[in-house]
């Protein structure tokens, strides 16, 4: 492929060597760190994040050489990192950064846009409009879904249920952007018992309240129990779950969604990690049914591993989206192009939809299937391994997630503390289901299986000790 370019850039007058050398050295302490040395551990030693302390300082009176406060960061706060590059880091539900959304991402700190509106950066708001496009065909969501690319999949939540708000509202004849909750019709939002935190924190957020919801019980998986399901109608919110942030387990969709859309109710799901599963053949299943959802969030810094942070709002009428979020003034004058600040709860914004669509572009459809496919089978991997070795794997394995307990929950709590203090990877702890148990989540596209079976090794020392 050949790319054409100006030969200059007239608005840019050529940096000095001062600024050419920060940037070199730049380079240098990044491959340093990206490099590591062996051995180091996932989590920073008590040394490294003592020495943090240097950083409490007084605000400086005057300058500091800029290449001197880079200097303070490769010193004192690369050391004091999580190692989650090296593909050894299993907490949460954390991927990692293709090397494309990392080269990405140091492009757009160095264009420095604002992608708030079409005319600040038609490079990065064209990008961003093409990334949302190839997520909605990764995904399996209808044709017309449009979205917005946030920071993550809390405030993909949050933008999706603004938009289900406004469309429940509206069809009552009340105009919730304009006069506010107070006095409304009331809305009824329906969520699993396992319903993530994240989701209530949105609907705290957006005056819905975190406590005022129907809590569907769940199964052993902790699915929502499709007989269990209260009175839908069109003045209900339905928010399942693609991806139990547990278990992985997936809602039933299918039982669910017809009837819930028959009702005239909004589906909302929240598949910050498990919507990915449908971009492979071999789990799409999983997924079978949320494509009938109203919105869906997601997030793409944890299986597609585009780097922080970067989430995803999909509304399947995206007016809904844009008559919650959309604003006028005066100096606005928007053309025939889609304004991402119409779409979002953001005005000035950094351009991360370039970072996702630098990571599909590398990935492609048969390179996001693989990581998803990888993770799944090393999850298994670890799962199996820790059975043979005689300890309880509390979950079905079905995409990245394992749920391991190592016996009482005491010994689960000591074993998670020498895994973390061995370094050799690192995994958090949870309790699910009256359960204590260490949390396995592997979602890198960096993990190979070496790492698996070295991880594996270090866990089951941890638990003889
Ligand atoms: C991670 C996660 C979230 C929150 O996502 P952030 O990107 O951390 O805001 C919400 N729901 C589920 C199921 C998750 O796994």
Redesign the pocket.
Known sequence: MSVSHSPSLPTNTPIDEARAALLKHTLSAALDYLNGEEPRTVAPGPEAVAALGVFREPLPESPTDPDAVLSLLEIYASPAMVAKTAGRYFGF?NGGCLPAALAAAWMVAAWDQNAAFFVQSPAAITLEEIALEWVRELLNLPAGTGGAVVT???MA?FCALAAARHALLARVGWDVEADGLFGAPPITVVVGGEV?M??LKALGMLGMGRNRVVRVPVDGQGRMRADALPHLDDRTILCL?A?N?NTGAFDPAPAICPEARAAGAWIHV?G??GLWAATSPAYRHLTNGFELADSWAT?A??WPNIGYDC?IALVRNPENLRAAMAMTASYLAFGEHREPSSYGPELSRRARGVELWAGLRSLGRAGMAAIVERNSAQARRFAEGLRAAGFKVLNDVVINQVLVSFGSAEKTLGTIDRIQKDGTCWCGSTVWQGQTAMRISVSQWATTDEDVDRSLAAMLRAAQD
Do not use: M, R
């Open positions: 539900v993550g999949a809390t939540n993530h994240s989701l779950q991806g942030v929240d910050a990690f997030d810094h944890k989430g």
